[in-house]
């Protein structure tokens, strides 16, 4: 048992490190538009880069998200399932706990949706449908990256086995705990919606 902690942890530090790269800080910064965490929501996520008007920067943040996610989960997939799994668990930690910025990250849906095209394709179209149907119909990003990430976990018990399933379902739990301001103005009904400008949003 103890042998095989240390054999996922290695997979688990590279998914941590690649998913604490804070591309929303690098870009916002990079364009001169400023501390993104200084402004709308405080988070380095798409949406709130979002926010700023520049969706060019959103849209490239979100792929990069997702991206640092997927190339985490297949490198170390390389050597195994298990591996796969313990990256892909990493790299959300990291996106939501990025040590270079003392912990304070993103909500990880766009890391989570990257993980999960990695850990399974079917999967992570599901979750990428389900958000974009869910964010049409409401035009509210948390909703659908609850919805959607939970769509995503529950397929994962039908193309994964249990123990990487188990680790999708824990994943979505992450983004769910990480989400619980937004749950909470949700159900009063003063979420922000997709593309508004506000000091108090979803990421």
Not at 34 to 60: C, E, F, M, P, Y
Request: charged share 10%; proline share 3%; hydrophobic share 55%.
């Amino acid at each position: 048992m103890t042998w095989t902690l240390y054999f996922l942890a290695t997979p688990f530090v590279v998914g941590y490190l690649l998913g604490s790269i804070p591309f929303g800080l690098l870009l916002t910064s990079a364009a001169g538009l400023g501390d993104i965490r200084k402004q709308g929501s405080g988070n380095i996520g798409a949406t709130n880069v979002l926010r700023t008007g520049n969706k060019t920067l959103a849209a490239a943040t979100l792929l990069l998200d997702a991206l640092k996610g997927l190339v985490a989960v297949v490198a170390c997939g390389l050597i195994g399932a298990p591996c796969a799994a313990a990256a892909a668990l990493g790299a959300v930690v990291g996106h939501m706990f990025p040590v270079w910025l003392k912990f304070k990250g993103g909500k990880g849906m766009a890391t989570a949706i990257g993980v999960l095209l990695g850990l399974s394709w079917p999967a992570g179209l599901i979750t990428c449908a389900s958000w974009l149907v869910v964010a049409a119909a409401f035009r509210y990003s948390s909703l659908a990256s609850l919805l959607s990430v939970l769509a995503g976990a529950l397929a994962t018990w039908f193309f994964l086995p249990w123990s990487s399933a188990v680790v999708a379902t824990v994943i979505a739990l992450l983004v769910w705990i990480r989400h619980h301001q937004n749950i909470d103005r949700l159900l009063k009904g003063t979420e922000s919606k997709i593309g508004q400008r506000a000091s108090s949003a979803a990421a």
